[in-house]
């Protein structure tokens, strides 16, 4: 299968009360020569994929300053589990390093389609400005070091290097 991601936009509006609902926190950051792991967890593995991109924007920033100014709605694909959590995040860290420069606070997956490995998914932030969030640890990139797709009938993690 070919991996696809549709086009970036950020789109700022007025967001209702359900979307402005921010989740329980489901991760943490595990200590990784030279680099830092990111682990989530979660009821299922939709949740943990939507807790690990957090965790992600929470590293470049205090991810308490973004606010929910508008969403960003994402559609990537992968050949497997691990690709499609690769891609997943690869397209987060594109779109804040490059125009629209989205930073999330919190994302929602629509679409988790496991036979096919895709996902659609709407994350909810505004842009990155360093006047208001502050600089935290610039990610460089993600990897496949170590990664690890956790989704049993009562076990859903997900393990994620990312290089710093």
């Given amino acids: 299968m070919e991996e ?3 086009e970036r936009v950020f789109v700022e509006r007025e967001l209702t009360a359900i979307e402005l609902f921010l989740p329980k926190i ?5 200590d990784h020569t030279a680099d830092v792991q990111l682990h989530a967890w979660g009821p299922d593995l939709k949740k ?3 807790q690990v991109a957090i965790a992600m924007f929470g590293y470049m920033t ?3 300053k973004v606010e929910l100014l508008g969403h960003m709605d994402l559609t990537v694909s992968g050949t497997d589990m691990e690709n499609l959590l690769f891609n997943y995040l690869d397209e987060f ?5 490059t125009e629209p420069n989205f930073i999330a606070r919190k994302v929602e997956i629509i679409l988790f389609d496991k036979a096919n490995f895709t996902i659609r998914c709407r994350a909810y932030g505004e842009r990155f400005d360093l006047a208001k969030h502050p600089q935290g640890t610039e990610v460089k990139a993600i990897t496949y070091s ?3 797709v956790w989704d049993k009938p009562d ?3 997900v393990f994620v290097i990312i290089d710093i």
């Fill in 26 to 30: 489901q991760y943490e950051y595990l």
């Fill in 62 to 64: 205090e991810i308490e």
């Fill in 93 to 97: 860290l594109y779109s804040f390093s």
């Fill in 155 to 157: 076990h859903h993690e």
């Fill in 48 to 50: 943990c994929f939507e």
């Fill in 4 to 6: 696809v991601c549709e």
């Fill in 146 to 148: 170590n990664m690890q």
